[in-house]
């Protein structure tokens, strides 16, 4: 079996939920295999998207390109800017990003699979990095708990692995 | 064309006419609440407004709470992650001023390192003859905090949408200039 990206309009795959959408800047750009391409969020927390492989497949390396940063200190800027960056009353992390999957025909019977915190970069797009064993899913969620800043950029989802059997 | 959704938390002392600015924002100025009654818990009052020479949209969620929540554990969790801040004062009670201050401060704690763009009101401005708290002092307190100044009588049904129709066009501004740093990296 051969390792492709699995994230690929080309190949199949498609976005079939996002909780936001600016017509410039759809879902489909995430999964155009370009990463000047991009999904934007836009507005409150939590956000997520959901991509349909229509078919079994077993993943093994998970990418994300996107931006959840605040951009440097401005002067003059509003109330808030540029304060440092502090965990909220009970030491609970609630800005990150959590994945789900799912073996199911429909996108249904999700189960939690990673959760990770976010890293503050700034003026730079971040790459993070997954790995799986036990991969195989049919549809994965992507929730965006919450940023560091107002929007968030997602502008690419690369996904290595391997088609495993199509639905039946 | 796009639809933004955004959470403005209204703050300050209570009875400064925060709930009847909302109100009256909400339901484009149908009803002045005319007795006093202090909020309880929490209402979340939901308005779209368009934003001028666009196709967009701001979907404002106002949460209003009572004032009296100043410290309580309540009020972090309704703050939580607020988009825009609407923050209120009476022009006829100084303390209700000065207090800006700290709930400015406390509204800091929540953002934990973003901006938050906002506004500053000076409600009850029919009350003329009980003025104390003069127009240039609140527009340069404002303008130290990056904050916008408006002034409004909800009761005479003045100027209400003024600071909402500010807050949803810094809110797209926002939005602008994210989408500008979104398509500068590489
Ligand atoms: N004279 C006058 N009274 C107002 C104005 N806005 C609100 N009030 C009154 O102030 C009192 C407190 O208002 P409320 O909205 O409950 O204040 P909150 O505690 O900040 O939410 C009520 O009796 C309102 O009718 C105004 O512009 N002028
Ligand atoms: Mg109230």
């Known amino acids: 079996m051969r390792v492709v990206d699995l994230c690929l309009a080309s190949e199949g795959t498609e976005v079939i939920l996002a909780t936001s959408s600016d017509e410039k800047y759809p879902p489909e750009n995430m999964i155009d295999g370009n990463s000047t391409t991009f999904w934007t969020t836009t507005g409150m927390f939590p956000q997520e998207f959901i991509i349909c492989f229509h078919k079994h497949v077993k993943i093994e390396r998970l990418f994300l390109q996107c931006y959840f940063a605040v951009p440097a200190l401005r002067q003059g800027a509003p109330p808030g800017q540029g304060t440092p960056h502090r965990r909220p009353k009970g030491g609970q992390e609630v800005r990150g990003i959590r994945i789900e999957k799912s073996n199911a025909k429909e996108p249904v019977d999700f189960e939690r699979w990673v959760e990770r915190d976010l890293v503050l970069t700034e003026g730079q797009m971040q790459m993070e990095e997954f790995m799986f064993r036990d991969g195989y899913a049919t549809h994965l969620r992507f929730i965006i708990k919450s940023a560091f800043d107002h929007f968030v950029s997602v502008h690419k989802v690369n996904i290595e692995g391997i088609s495993v059997s199509s639905l039946t | 064309m796009v639809k933004l959704a955004a959470k403005c938390i209204m703050a300050g002392d209570a ?172």
């Open chain 2, 15 to 186: 009875t400064v006419g925060k709930s009847s600015l909302a109100q009256m924002f909400r339901s484009d100025g149908a009803h002045f609440q005319k007795n006093y009654t202090l909020t309880t818990g929490v209402d979340l009052l939901v308005k779209q407004l368009t934003v001028p020479d666009t196709n967009d949209s701001v979907e404002l969620f106002i949460f209003d709470s009572a004032g009296k929540e100043l410290f309580s554990e309540m009020l972090d969790k309704l703050w939580e992650h607020p988009n825009l801040l609407c923050l209120v004062f009476d022009v006829t009670n100084e303390q209700s001023f000065t207090n800006c201050a700290k709930w400015l401060e406390k509204v800091r704690v929540q953002l934990q390192g973003s901006t938050l763009p906002g506004v500053l009101v000076g409600n009850k401005t029919d009350l003329a003859g009980r003025r104390v708290v003069e127009t240039s002092r609140a527009q340069e307190w404002a303008g130290t905090h990056g904050l916008e100044y408006f002034e409004t009588s909800v009761k005479e049904m003045e100027n209400f949408e003024a600071p909402f129709r500010c807050l949803a066009k810094l809110f797209h501004q926002l939005y602008r200039e994210r989408l500008e740093l979104f398509h500068s990296l590489v």
